[in-house]
């Protein structure tokens, strides 16, 4: 359990606030690409760390990320023109470009410098292989930009990002993505000889309900296996995920040849939206997959319609409003939620339904909870080390800490598994991806 203060450090995300400062120092995904379409269209309301702010891209087609109220006298930047390089606002025409430099200000006399000495916050953005990422701490020149596997894939090989909003905070969804002792509760059908559906989880693993956790630290946050029986024989199923500083998780693949990267990014306290990105090592993605993974909520009724408030978009029809569209008969018959295996759904109702920032003082943890408890312990003492002397983690600085995989192994009981894998787990080890499958 944690105290208040410590839940506080942990969860709280805003500006001024510890953990709201460390997670700033890293380059955070947003929006998928395809959210700003065309050059000089529609800004976009955004909600990021507790900030409002507008994004936009201009005539160059460069993404600018600034924020929401115009300095002159305070009106939104979202019902600005967006055009000429620039977004101006519509009460007095003050205009601004990406990099927060007011270029216009026809309001003014023509002989003034006024618009010099003008400036609104603007966060740097980069767009890489479908997804949008700012750059919100106080370095005047970014870091480097993460080297995620996915983000270094021929753009042609990578899926459109899967974007899930969660009306939480976004640790109880990190945490859930840690957690692999619930994978056969949740996540699995009734039995393995049961009828079967599309997502549901194969059950060999179903006889071994308490996993061994290793947990091993490294500089980029940590890796660790959940060891289950797989046979009678001595074989071990290792289920090996990454936890990449500060909310990033990489889980075994479901299918060969395919890497990923997931993020739960903080909209605010109360808010965070999962960032999902994943692409194909041995081809690019063909118009048939584009168009699947495009349509991946449709069978639980798509995405809510967008509202003016960004904490509604990517919002799934199934939510807690309907109990997730929890059908009973399935979970007596055919899968042990009864939620539809839709993205990450079956996981939100779990994580949402504990409120939005879960009172941790009331918890009792397990050796099941090893991970969890690690990644708590180590983004509590990051947010104080920069806290105290500015630290940040090694791979704020080194972008190749970020080349690794996850991985998904059968060994022999006593096998080491962390040198079985560890080039499996090395985007660069020359080894096709270690993987079993974990679906039918």
């Not at 990002?161 to 957690?179: A, F, I, S, T």
């Not at 409003?321 to 042990?336: G, L």
């Not at 943890?365 to 990644?375: C, Q």
Request: hydrophobic fraction near 35%.
């Amino acid at each position: 359990m944690l105290t208040t203060e410590d839940n506080d450090l942990l969860t709280r995300v805003g500006p001024g606030t510890p953990m709201g400062a460390l997670l700033r120092q890293f380059w955070t995904p947003f929006l998928p690409s395809a959210d700003l379409p065309e050059v000089d269209g529609p800004p976009k309301r955004v909600r990021l760390l507790a900030e409002d702010l507008v994004a936009f891209r201009d005539t160059n087609g460069d993404v600018g990320l600034v924020e929401e109220n115009c300095p002159h006298r305070g009106a939104s930047l979202f019902f600005g023109r967006n055009e000429f390089c620039g977004l101006a606002c519509n009460y007095h025409g003050w205009k601004y470009d990406v990099t927060g430099a007011c270029v216009d200000m026809p309001n003014e006399p023509a002989e003034s410098n006024f618009k010099d000495k003008v400036r609104i916050t603007a966060y740097p953005v980069r767009d890489v292989n479908g997804v949008l990422w700012a750059y919100m701490g106080p370095r005047e020149t970014p870091p480097p930009f993460p080297e995620f596997e996915i983000n270094t894939l021929p753009p042609e090989n990578v899926f459109p990002p899967h974007m899930m909003l969660e009306e939480c905070n976004w640790v109880q969804g990190l945490e859930g993505d840690l957690d692999s002792s619930h994978v056969f509760f949740l996540h699995g059908r009734i039995a393995p000889d049961g009828p079967a559906a599309e997502g549901l989880l194969r059950l060999p693993f179903g006889r071994d309900l308490a996993p061994t956790l290793d947990v091993v630290p490294t500089p980029y946050g940590a890796v660790y296996s959940a060891k289950r029986i797989n046979n009678d024989e001595g074989q071990r199923w290792h289920r090996i995920t990454q936890f990449i500083f500060p909310y990033f998780t990489m889980v075994a693949a479901g299918v060969p040849n395919s890497v990923s990267a997931r993020a739960w990014v903080p909209i605010d306290d109360d808010y965070h939206m999962l960032i999902s990105m994943r692409g194909k090592l041995d081809g690019p993605v063909t118009d048939e997959e584009r168009a699947r993974a495009l349509s991946a909520f449709d069978k639980g009724g798509g995405y809510l319609p967008e509202t003016p408030d960004p904490r509604t978009r990517y919002l799934t029809a199934a939510n807690r409003q309907n109990d997730y569209a929890i059908d009973y008969e399935v979970q007596k018959n055919i899968n042990k939620s009864g939620i539809p295996p839709l993205g990450n759904l079956q996981d939100r109702a779990m994580t949402e339904t504990m409120g939005k920032i879960y009172d941790r003082r009331k918890e009792h943890l397990g050796t099941s909870d090893r991970m969890i408890i690690f990644a708590r312990q180590q983004l509590m003492k990051l947010a104080r080390d920069y806290q105290e002397d500015g630290s940040v983690p090694a791979l704020v600085d080194d972008a190749k800490l970020y080349r690794i995989r996850s991985a998904s192994a059968l060994l022999q009981e006593g096998e080491d598994w962390q040198a079985a894998t560890a080039q499996a787990r090395d985007a660069d080890g020359g080894v096709p991806l270690s993987w079993v499958s974990l679906f039918d």
